[in-house]
């Protein structure tokens, strides 16, 4: 098993940036690809970005694209969301998933609320 815990969540205003961790333990040596969603009240859930564990090849959804930054560091099993120019529509939970084929596991979520 995986656990992934993160952190770095809080309260900015717009045009603010922030940075998101993600903290990978256990079995990282079988993850193959980290990501990051986020769900806004009354919304699904929303992918962001993912990085390949090994490869280090990034994906974006084209809405953060420009925006977001993702990134690892795989001597401390971490992974990392710079986001930049934050706007009020960024308020939301932010998770971090790290894939196990076939498995998924899950952070408990970090809030950013993003003030206009």
């Known amino acids: 098993q995986v656990q992934v815990v993160e952190s770095g969540g809080g309260l900015v205003q717009a045009g603010e940036t922030l940075k998101l961790s993600c903290l990978a333990s256990?079995?990282?040596?079988?993850?193959?690809?980290m990501g990051w969603f986020r769900q806004a009240p009354g919304k699904e859930r929303e992918w962001l970005a993912t990085?390949?564990?090994?490869?280090?090849?990034?994906y974006y959804a084209d809405s953060v694209k420009g925006r977001f930054t993702i990134s690892k560091d795989n001597a401390k099993d971490t992974v990392y969301l710079q986001m930049n120019n934050l706007k009020p529509e960024d308020t939301a939970v932010y998770y971090c998933?790290?894939?196990?084929?076939?498995?998924?596991?899950w952070g408990q979520g970090t809030q950013v609320t993003v003030s206009s």
């Open positions: 256990g079995r990282t040596f079988s993850v193959e690809s």
């Open positions: 990085i390949g564990w090994s490869s280090g090849r990034t």
């Open positions: 998933k790290a894939q196990v084929s076939p498995a998924q596991y």
